[in-house]
């Protein structure tokens, strides 16, 4: 019943662009905040970008600051990640995670502690 839904990957030379998309259900998502997270072959999983859906405030991590970006569609339950610039080291397994705003234990950094999870979508940056 209750889903996060990603979609939006592929495959794009460096440089180039790309939205994802996480459409959530079975849930009210005004309680929570909406986390993307990446995992590479051989690197652990780390958050990327970050949205309230109660207030809008937003969150990146350092290696994407002033290339991602994230909005969201509260009428649509959707949240859209922009990114730009790619990079190479950008390439990974991008995940939509929710985590309740009230909840303290999750972590915005590895995605420990957040209650749903979507499936992912892959993203390869590559020439």
């Known amino acids: 019943q209750v889903q996060l839904v990603e979609s939006g990957g592929g495959l794009v030379q460096p440089g180039g662009s790309l939205r994802l998309s996480c459409t959530a259900s079975g849930f009210i998502l005004d309680y929570y905040i909406i986390g993307w997270f990446r995992q590479a072959p051989g690197k652990e999983r780390e958050g990327v970008s970050s949205i309230s859906s109660r207030d809008g405030r937003t969150h990146y991590a350092d290696s994407v600051k002033g290339r991602f970006s994230i909005s969201i569609d509260n009428a649509k339950d959707t949240v859209y990640p922009l990114m730009n610039r790619l990079k190479p080291d950008d390439t990974a397994v991008y995940y939509c995670?929710?985590?309740?705003?009230?909840?303290?234990?999750?972590?915005?950094?590895?995605?420990?502690?957040?209650?749903?999870w979507g499936k992912g979508t892959l993203v390869t940056v590559s020439s």
């Open positions: 995670a929710a985590g309740n705003h009230w909840n303290s234990d999750y972590d915005l950094h590895s995605g420990h502690g957040m209650d749903y």
